[in-house]
């Protein structure tokens, strides 16, 4: 049981923070209120589904899939709080 478990989790990527990305939302945004915090996720959301759309690139796309999913991953973090 314990070994199904140990290669789930090596095979599931890990989820990076919007923090470690986002420079903006590090020293900035992440100290302000909760909605103004989801507020800046979902217009960051809209805008990289946007930019998603003229990329075809798969490499040049990886950072930005990324970005989005730290931004998807803050929004269920303050949502939950």
């Known amino acids: 049981m314990l070994d ?14 919007l923090s470690e990305l986002d420079r903006l939302y590090e020293e900035t945004i992440s100290s302000l209120a909760k909605d103004i915090r989801t507020a800046y996720c979902q217009r960051l959301i809209e805008r990289t589904r946007y930019d ?9 796309r ?17 949502s939950a709080q």
Request: proline share 5%; with cysteine; aromatic share 4%.
């Open 62 to 78: 990886k950072p930005v899939e990324q970005l989005l999913m730290a931004a998807e991953w803050e929004i269920c973090n303050l």
């Open 4 to 17: 199904k478990l140990t290669d789930y989790l090596k095979l599931k990527p890990r989820t990076v923070c």
């Open 52 to 60: 998603l759309e003229k990329i075809k690139d798969n490499e040049k």
